[in-house]
């Protein structure tokens, strides 16, 4: 017997304590009272739980249909989820297919694009054309970023700075 951490020989020393204290005479009414306070507080907390029980009851019945839509909405998303899922597994399985087929040579993106939307290509100039004359009419100049144009042991000057920058 263990009644909130206290074992039948520690309830033996409050007894012979009380009976000291209280005496033989006024220890029976002691004990009637504090059976009746015990008694009073078990109903009091009885009818707290039959009120609050009542509460979540009223409650209950008062957000059934809430509740029901709630399990609508969760029936159409747990099926809007399924049918995802059920695409992207086809969806992977239509690439997998595809991925194996690419073994195969593939045709080419190139010729099937119409001619007017490629660009024309120029050839790039030789070696010798860049490093003999001026660059070509419209062609974009890079400035050394090697310190190449500090050669000579002179300062760069703005526009060489300019073109480092970029």
């Known amino acids: 017997m263990n009644f909130l951490g206290v074992g039948p020989l520690e309830l ?22 504090i ?3 015990i008694r009073e507080v078990r109903k009091y907390t009885g009818g707290l739980a039959a009120e609050f029980n009542e509460v979540i009851q009223d409650f209950e019945k008062d957000t059934e249909g809430e509740r029901s839509a709630w399990k609508e909405i969760e029936t159409g998303i747990t099926g809007a989820t399924k049918s995802v ?7 992977r399985s239509e690439l997998q297919s595809v991925q194996a087929d690419a073994s195969a040579p593939a045709p080419s993106v190139v010729a099937a694009a119409p001619a ?11 070696w010798s054309d860049i490093a003999s004359g ?3 009419v419209g062609a974009e100049t890079l400035a050394p970023t090697n310190g190449a144009h500090l050669a000579n042991g002179a300062a760069p000057s703005a526009a060489a700075t300019a073109d480092e920058a970029r």
């Not at 007894?15 to 204290?21: H, S, T």
């Not at 899922?85 to 969806?91: L, N, S």
């Not at 007017?116 to 030789?126: D, L, W, Y």
Request: aromatic letters at 2%.
């Open 12 to 33: 033996i020393v409050v007894l012979i304590v009380a009976l000291v204290f209280v005496g033989p005479e006024r220890l029976p009414k002691l004990a009637a009272d």
């Open 35 to 37: 059976a009746r306070t």
């Open 85 to 91: 899922t059920e695409a992207v597994r086809d969806v």
């Open 116 to 126: 007017s939307s490629v660009p024309p290509t120029t050839e790039a100039p030789a």
């Open 134 to 136: 001026p660059p070509p």
